[in-house]
């Protein structure tokens, strides 16, 4: 009996032992623990979860789930009140965890285990508000996964909503974030480990992940460099809320770091604030004087009218790294603007001239401009080399246009034969067009194929009767092969559709 008493005792005082231990931590620990709340953007509640700190500020973790579609979430600290979630700084879907930052200035956080338990482990869970309700579980399995975490399965009959909560050992320690159970009545509890929760942080590439599109609060800029600068640059094709948010937040963030005064001088450039871009490509220069920054400044300068000026910067990096057929494309249309015409085609031939054959594709804008400015220059038969050249490099995406430029170039270098041919080529492309037929008939009696000329304006005038040009071409055709009679008659209705040059034709033939 005496023995049996003596158990009694060991076992009491063993038990007041253990909860002295615990009395020893769970106040503080309980002041790590907070309830939480999402809200969509219309302030409409979405879901409400618990969570703990685990830095000293503002630091937290939580389940992932209630911040699906969230604008605005909020934590009720121990003492009631409530702190704004300030920007996330990390999720993950699969194991519904989510890290995120609070706008407070200090926060009691947890002490994370470094040791984890073995099975049949007696462990707790703390809820909001419970230092005076812990409850108690026993490990029944551990697993680890992504190699160096540990997911927990426990035995928990809790009623309570315990999901966010802290998984502590006995002393105190944080193990693990509860995670929903599998279904109703489950009666076993699972939580992931709290140091993968830890850790979760945003990368460059986290604007691109689901889980954090879904989120619709304030996304943290990552904390190494060259991640925020990725981060920078996926931000460029996001929308422009989120593209301004991120340049903001790196430049507070990274100060003294060139990239987010470029990319905001990209953004004002973009929506014509060009004093604003010339400001920030300015500060981007000197706090790293590269040539690209300068060659961006000769754009902003060019999009203000500074012809002059951005031809000197382009000028000034002509011998420069960033030396290229678009640095001399720049410059010729700096020129153009200014009306040199010399000088802009002098600096077309460079620009052209930083290619080697065979050409590829990415020589294919600028021979086209070329072009123009030769054809434009009366140099037809280089004209008509350049667009040789572009044909062959876009020959599946040629229209009818290209053509009948070609077939200006043509005329106008006398090569009468290919401009017929390409005449013919935008007909067969653009077969409503009128006016291609026009032009085909006048080519035709200039080379004194008045057979086909005839033949050509028929159809013209079938097309469209009313069109002066037919009769013009079909009277002037059949004149010139000796048909004056009929040839006279077409060129009076020309007359009285308007056409002006027919009445001088009239009087030379009759």
């Given at each position: 009996m005496k023995q049996f008493s003596c158990t009694i005792i060991l076992f009491l005082?063993?038990?007041?032992?253990?909860?002295?231990?615990?009395?020893?931590?769970?106040?503080?620990?309980?002041?790590?623990?907070?309830?939480?709340?999402?809200?969509?953007?219309?302030?409409?509640?979405?879901?409400?979860?618990?969570?703990?700190?685990?830095?000293?500020?503002?630091?937290?973790?939580?389940?992932?789930?209630?911040?699906?579609?969230?604008?605005?979430?909020?934590?009720?600290?121990?003492?009631g009140k409530e702190w704004d979630v300030e920007k996330i700084l990390g999720a993950n879907e699969t194991y519904d965890v989510i890290k995120f930052r609070v706008a407070i200035k200090k926060s009691q956080s947890v002490e994370l285990a470094t040791v984890n338990p073995t099975v049949n482990t007696n462990c707790w869970v703390l809820p909001y508000k419970g230092a005076k309700s812990l409850v108690q579980t026993t490990i029944l399995k551990t697993e680890k996964f992504n190699t160096d975490y540990t997911y927990f399965t426990m035995s928990l009959r809790s009623s309570l909503d315990l999901v966010g909560c802290p998984l502590v050992d006995e002393t105190g320690k944080v193990l693990g974030l509860i995670q929903p159970k599998n279904s109703e009545g489950d009666t076993l509890a699972y939580a992931v480990g709290?140091?993968?929760?830890?850790?979760?942080?945003?990368?460059?590439?986290?604007?691109?992940?689901?889980?954090?599109?879904?989120?619709?609060?304030?996304?943290?800029?990552p904390e190494d460099l060259n991640q925020a600068q990725l981060m920078l640059l996926i931000a460029a094709s996001q929308d422009s809320l989120t593209c301004t948010t991120i340049i903001s937040d790196f430049l507070s963030q990274f100060p003294k770091e060139p990239d987010g005064y470029v990319s905001r001088a990209q953004q004002s450039y973009s929506y014509g604030r060009y004093d604003e871009a010339l400001q920030d490509i300015n500060k981007a220069?000197?706090?790293?004087?590269?040539?690209?920054?300068?060659?961006?400044?000769?754009?902003?300068?060019?999009?203000?009218?500074?012809?002059?000026?951005?031809?000197?910067?382009?000028?000034?990096?002509?011998?420069?790294?960033?030396?290229?057929?678009?640095?001399?494309y720049m410059a010729s249309q700096c020129k153009a603007k200014q009306n040199d015409s010399i000088a802009?085609?002098?600096?077309?031939?460079?620009?052209?001239?930083?290619?080697?054959?065979?050409?590829?594709?990415?020589?294919?804008?600028?021979?086209?401009?070329?072009?123009?400015?030769?054809?434009?220059?009366?140099?037809?038969?280089d004209a008509v080399v350049d667009l040789n050249d572009y044909e062959q490099l876009m020959k599946t995406q040629l229209n009818d246009n290209f053509y009948y430029i070609r077939y200006q170039a043509e005329v106008g270098g006398r090569l009468f034969q290919q401009a017929l041919n390409d005449i013919e080529k935008a007909i067969e492309l653009a077969p409503q067009n009128e006016f291609y037929y026009a032009e085909k008939a006048l080519l035709l009696v200039r080379v004194g194929m008045y057979d086909e000329a005839i033949t050509t304006s028929k159809t013209l005038v079938q097309m469209q009767p009313t069109y002066s040009d037919g009769y013009l071409f079909l009277g002037?055709?059949?004149?010139?092969?000796?048909?004056?009679?009929?040839?006279?008659?077409?060129?009076?209705?020309a007359k009285e559709l308007g056409d002006t040059q027919a009445e001088g034709f009239i009087q030379k033939y009759q």
């Open positions: 005082c063993f038990g007041l032992t253990v909860m002295a231990g615990q009395q020893s931590w769970t106040k503080k620990l309980s002041k790590a623990v907070f309830t939480l709340k999402t809200f969509s953007a219309d302030g409409e509640l979405l879901g409400s979860t618990s969570g703990f700190f685990v830095g000293e500020h503002g630091e937290a973790v939580s389940s992932y789930a209630p911040f699906k579609s969230a604008a605005k979430a909020v934590v009720i600290d121990e003492a709290a140091p993968f929760a830890e850790q979760l942080k945003m990368t460059g590439l986290s604007l691109n992940d689901p889980a954090l599109r879904a989120v619709h609060i304030k996304k943290a800029i220069y000197e706090l790293s004087p590269q040539p690209n920054y300068l060659y961006q400044k000769g754009t902003i300068l060019f999009a203000q009218d500074k012809y002059a000026e951005a031809y000197d910067l382009y000028q000034s990096l002509f011998d420069s790294p960033v030396r290229s057929a678009e640095l001399f802009q085609q002098a600096l077309l031939d460079s620009c052209v001239a930083q290619f080697s054959r065979p050409l590829l594709k990415e020589v294919a804008p600028y021979l086209l401009v070329r072009a123009e400015v030769r054809l434009n220059a009366k140099r037809y038969r002037l055709s059949q004149c010139l092969k000796g048909d004056k009679a009929e040839g006279i008659a077409n060129l009076q209705k």
